[in-house]
């Protein structure tokens, strides 16, 4: 059975701070997606990375991919209350369509 | 360009009961993929569907099936609700050409009582 470990799974930060979000493996994957979630909506793709140890940059939002493809880390520089939402990483296999999510990261960051 | 839109958005029925969850895709999309979020936790595959026919299917009892239909649109059914089905259940899109970039609706709120 594939799982997706992350850590921390709750942080409460001030605006301001920097933090990472880390999505831990087992198993290899052939993509690992990030998606950002907030509360009655449905995850929000952020971020692709397909080739081990990629880093992808979205503002002040970095990526990275492990070298291995079994683990991952989401880098926030300066938080923004806006960034406040549920983080969760997801590895696909092959070319299916079905993703195995990790269990999310709840991020609040205080004004 | 609607996205992925679900129906109800919030849903409450009892023990036993039977529900029928709705999806429809997103423009361009054939493949749809139904995924049930329990609160705290991330979304678990529950069975993915394309050309009309159950491609992959994820460790869910027979209790959860499912329909595309030409349009490829899609149904989530689920007979003899139990308590542990309340959840969001979620459709995501997506082209079945190997791209595993997923959208997803914005999720149906089922509670069982």
């Known amino acids: 059975t594939q799982l997706l470990e992350q850590s921390p799974q709750f942080l409460s930060i001030q605006e301001g701070e920097n933090l990472t979000v880390y999505c831990n493996s087992s198993s290899v994957f052939s993509s690992l997606q990030w998606y950002r979630q907030e509360p009655g909506e449905g995850p929000v793709l952020l971020v692709t990375v397909v080739t081990g140890g990629e880093v992808k940059k979205l503002k002040r939002l970095t990526f990275q991919f492990g070298d291995a493809r079994k683990d991952s880390s989401l880098h926030i520089t300066a938080a923004q209350p806006g960034d406040t939402g549920l983080y969760l990483c997801?590895?696909?296999?092959?070319?299916?369509?079905?993703?195995?999510f990790g269990q999310g990261t709840t991020l609040q960051v205080k004004p | 360009d609607a996205g992925v839109t679900q129906s109800p958005t919030h849903l409450i029925k009892t023990r036993g009961q039977q529900v029928t969850l709705r999806c429809s895709p997103k423009?361009?999309?054939?493949?749809v993929s139904w995924y049930q979020q329990a609160l705290g936790q991330g979304p678990q595959f529950i069975f993915q569907y394309y050309e009309e026919e159950e491609r992959q299917r994820g460790n869910f009892p027979d209790r959860f099936s499912g329909h595309q239909y030409p349009n490829y649109s899609s149904e989530l059914n689920v007979n003899a609700l139990l308590l542990g089905d309340s959840a969001l259940y979620l459709c995501?899109?997506?082209?079945?050409?190997?791209?595993?970039?997923?959208?997803f609706g914005s999720g149906t709120q089922l509670s069982v009582l």
């Open positions: 995501a899109s997506s082209r079945y050409t190997g791209n595993e970039k997923l959208f």
């Open positions: 997801a590895g696909g296999t092959s070319n299916t369509g079905k993703l195995i």
């Open positions: 423009s361009g999309h054939d493949t």
